[in-house]
């Protein structure tokens, strides 16, 4: 089994920037990759940002040039680097893992409120 727990969300800025984290404890070695989707209300949960554990990243057209995703020594903890947030980007981010033998895996979600 593997725990998913995110920090860092809050209220910023139209055009500030925020950074989130996901540390990941328990079987973290089978994990192929890790990410991070949102849900807006009313809206449909949607990737956001991927990497997998060869450093593989891909992203959300509309998160491109904003967004970046990337991972800490050990490999338990992901980060998504969010610049130049606009209103559209407001959103409970949640923290993703996928392990090939054992599934998926979510983290509790965290706010995102971009807002002036």
């Known amino acids: 089994q593997v725990q998913l727990v995110e920090s860092g969300g809050g209220l910023v800025q139209p055009g500030g920037s925020l950074r989130l984290s996901c540390v990941a404890s328990g079987s973290i070695f089978s994990l192929n990759r890790m990410g991070w989707y949102r849900q807006a209300p009313g809206k449909q949960r949607e990737l956001v940002a991927i990497?997998?554990?060869?450093?593989?990243?891909n992203y959300l057209d509309s998160v491109k040039g904003r967004f970046t995703i990337s991972r800490g020594n050990g490999k338990s903890t992901v980060y998504l680097q969010m610049n130049s947030l606009e209103s559209e980007d407001t959103a409970v981010y949640y923290c993703?893992?996928?392990?090939?033998?054992?599934?998926?895996?979510w983290g509790q979600g965290t706010q995102v409120t971009v807002s002036s």
């Open positions: 993703y893992g996928f392990s090939l033998r054992t599934g998926d895996y």
């Open positions: 990497i997998t554990f060869d450093g593989s990243t």
